[in-house]
């Protein structure tokens, strides 16, 4: 019989992951940030990143970190490189005078590896009323 050459062949790819926080409540109007953070948990450089998160409704936009900008209501950023066992951290800004629930947000690499996050958050607005005090004499 003949033996047969076999050649193994390791493809290394970006293992992404991502993921978000914010802060569970606000007075109305304070500034709310979130910080998206993405993490290239694979073998290999990601390359062309790609970091889009979609504002909540009743969300208005105020700011992005790292040259962040919005456009058709996305907050997007890019990056050239995440190497491998490293993260990046991104945030943005908004302010609200309701309850705002975001949970569309993801990443994507030249290499064609994408995360999209898991988590909803929600940012519960707090209102405080106050009643006026009555003395009885």
């Known amino acids: 019989a003949e033996d047969a050459d076999t050649t193994t062949v390791t493809v290394s790819l ?18 709310i940030t979130y910080t998206l953070v993405v993490a290239n948990n694979g073998s290999a ?14 969300a208005s936009f105020v700011a992005a970190s790292d040259g962040g900008w919005l456009s058709d209501n996305t907050v997007s950023w890019t990056a050239p490189t995440l190497e491998a066992g490293q993260v990046l951290t991104r945030t943005f800004t908004v302010t609200a005078t309701e309850a705002i629930t975001n949970s569309d947000y993801r ?6 590896t994408s995360a ?12 405080k009323v106050y009643l006026p005090l009555a003395v009885r004499q």
């Open 14 to 31: 970006p293992d992404l992951t991502i993921t978000k926080s914010g802060p569970s409540q606000v007075n109305p109007g304070d500034p």
């Open 116 to 127: 999209t996050g898991s988590v909803t958050v929600t940012t519960e607005i707090e209102y």
């Open 107 to 112: 990443v994507i690499c030249a290499e064609g």
């Open 45 to 58: 450089a990601a390359t062309s990143l790609d970091i889009t998160d979609t504002l909540p409704s009743g």
